[in-house]
């Protein structure tokens, strides 16, 4: 079994498999089938509770004990559809998945045997999620983890699959609720049917959770993806608390080019010399290590990570070592880079002040981003921040501020790779 990270992807070992996601709370699964665009054929690629069947696909119903599940046989899945995605939403109209934390399992369809797992982290406001997707590639299918999130619920990723959404009259409220084109009943005869969702004999009825999916007032073209709290870099420099994210992405387009990740820290109270060391630990999809940058290795996945050296001291303003990544040139293997501090010596963190973490622009110096250690644990070692690459191919830096029992890197490892 592979518990798989957001962005990784395995080969799928069957032809016939089944994705259930679970959570403490009931879920509405479907599944969407794309083409190369990117988009469903037609309103009838939507398999849902209501529309259980489709070419390859079917919605299976857990029945209120089980979670429900869609079920995939690459087989019989038509030429022309490359992609299955795979959603899921809070059954309760407006939820959101804070505090309930999804948990997708793939599975063997012939067998129940379990192929893989994931589930998406740091969730918030979102109301949907794209959770998995299985893809042709070159010929053969495989899986991915994805857990990209919106805040406008299934309507707003069935409109972003291209799946019709129809206004439905309210004569009480001001905003129109919106529901997945799967029409209730045939269009009145003055009406014009809708363009872009011809009529169907036999439409199943519109789905009840759907429609009560609040509808933006000004819906976009293309929704954005839930926020999550998390931001971007468009409004200048962006300071982080213990566990915020921000996604590093400038006027719309992903930050790839050169940044230094500075780490700093002085000695607290006037204390003595503090000799702490700084690491970057990076990790493969499966939260597999790959290699570890420190002061005895200063140059790791082919160059495109760089250690400025060991600091000794603490002492002095500014930064007591640069970590320098080349975010464009990092092999795609790598999907998860981590950064640490540890005290060899073994004094703890409560021995130190100040002790920050920032991301700058190499060819700048602009500062991006930048996290400040509050509070302190005698402990020798921290993880102080992480960068993930996402499936979309941004990377995100996420605030950490853990601490583990930890004074070289190599005991770093384990801990890092559980908290990706």
């Not at 954005?224 to 409004?235: F, T």
């Not at 820290?265 to 003595?272: D, L, V």
Request: aromatic letters at 6%; hydrophobic letters at 40%.
């Amino acid at each position: 079994m592979t518990a798989m990270t957001p962005g990784s992807n395995i080969p799928l070992s069957t032809a016939r498999v089944a994705v259930d996601v679970s959570a403490p709370v009931r879920l509405d699964v479907s599944g969407l089938l794309l083409t190369a665009s990117g988009k469903v054929r037609s309103d009838d690629d939507f398999i849902f509770y209501n529309q259980p069947v489709g070419p390859g696909v079917t919605y299976r119903s857990g029945g209120g004990t089980s979670p429900d599940a869609i079920l995939v046989d690459t087989a019989a899945v038509p030429t022309g559809i490359e992609k299955i995605v795979v959603t899921a939403s809070p059954d309760a109209a407006g939820q959101t998945f804070q505090g309930i934390e999804p948990t997708a399992t793939v599975r063997n369809a012939d067998d129940d045997s379990v192929l893989a797992t994931f589930t998406p982290p740091r969730l918030t406001a979102e109301t949907a999620l794209v959770v998995m997707e299985i893809y042709l590639r070159n010929g053969a299918w495989k899986v991915r983890a994805v857990g990209q999130g919106y805040a406008n619920g299934l309507a707003g990723i069935a409109t972003d699959f291209g799946v019709s959404v129809e206004d439905e009259p309210t004569p009480v409220t001001t905003a129109t609720p919106t529901s997945a084109a799967v029409p209730s009943a045939p269009p009145a005869p003055a009406a014009a049917p809708a363009p872009s969702a011809p009529p169907m004999p036999a439409a199943p009825p519109v789905d009840p959770r759907i429609a009560a999916s609040p509808a933006p007032a000004a819906p976009p073209a293309a929704p954005a993806p839930a926020s999550s709290g998390r931001i971007n870099l468009d409004k200048g420099r962006v300071n982080l608390q213990k566990n915020q994210t921000v996604s590093l992405v400038k006027g719309g387009r992903p930050l790839l080019s050169q940044v230094k990740m500075g780490l700093g820290w002085e000695p607290a109270f006037r204390g003595k010399d503090i000799d702490l060391d700084a690491s970057v630990i990076a990790y493969g999809p499966n939260r597999n290590h790959l290699d570890s940058c420190y002061f005895g290795k200063l140059s790791i996945l082919n160059g495109s990570v760089k250690h400025s050296g060991d600091n000794l001291t603490g002492e002095g303003a500014g930064d007591d070592e640069v970590i320098v990544v080349d975010l464009g040139r990092i092999p795609a293997e790598a999907t998860g880079l981590v950064f640490t501090v540890n005290s060899f010596t073994g004094q703890k963190f409560t021995e130190v002040a100040k002790a920050y973490c920032r991301l700058l622009d190499a060819a700048t110096g602009e500062e991006l981003v930048r996290f400040d250690l509050t509070g302190a644990q005698p402990q020798t070692g921290v993880m102080m921040a992480k960068l993930i690459r996402q499936f979309s191919g941004e990377w995100e830096m996420t605030a950490m501020g853990d601490f583990v029992k930890a004074r070289t890197v190599r005991a770093m490892v384990k801990p890092a790779a559980q908290a990706l």
